[in-house]
Nanobody, 125 residues
């Protein structure tokens, strides 16, 4: 079991960058890690995920080429580097983890067992 704590959110102008962090209370080396986001009035949506070794990464089309996920298992931390931010990236960003995640389910929020409390990202135009 892990507890996840996100940090790094804030207010940034369009075109700017932010780096989010997700610190886990336990070892994450056996977990698939992911970032989701939820804008007001919308469903929680998949942003990106990274598999256990860090070699396999997947991105939503809306963030591909702008966002980068990374994990440092020795630090039990996952990062989300967000560049070229757009107003439509405004949302609460959540870190998620699951020990038994399979590739076909990575975009489904309900399949993840552990969640952080979220961090607000606001991009002004």
């Amino acid at each position: 079991q892990v507890q996840l704590v996100e940090s790094g959110g804030g207010l940034v102008q369009a075109g700017g960058s932010l780096r989010l962090s997700c610190a886990a209370s336990g070892r994450i080396s056996n977990y698939v890690m992911a970032w989701f986001r939820q804008a007001p009035g919308k469903e929680r949506e998949f942003v990106t995920s990274i598999f256990r070794s860090g070699g396999n990464k997947y991105y939503a089309d809306s963030v591909k080429g702008r966002f980068t996920i990374a994990r440092v298992n020795s630090e039990n931390t996952v990062y989300l580097q967000m560049n070229e931010l757009k107003p439509e990236d405004t949302a609460v960003y959540y870190c998620a983890a699951d020990r038994n995640m399979i590739l076909s389910s990575i975009t489904r929020a309900r399949e993840y067992d552990y969640w952080g409390q979220g961090t607000q990202v606001t991009v002004s135009s």
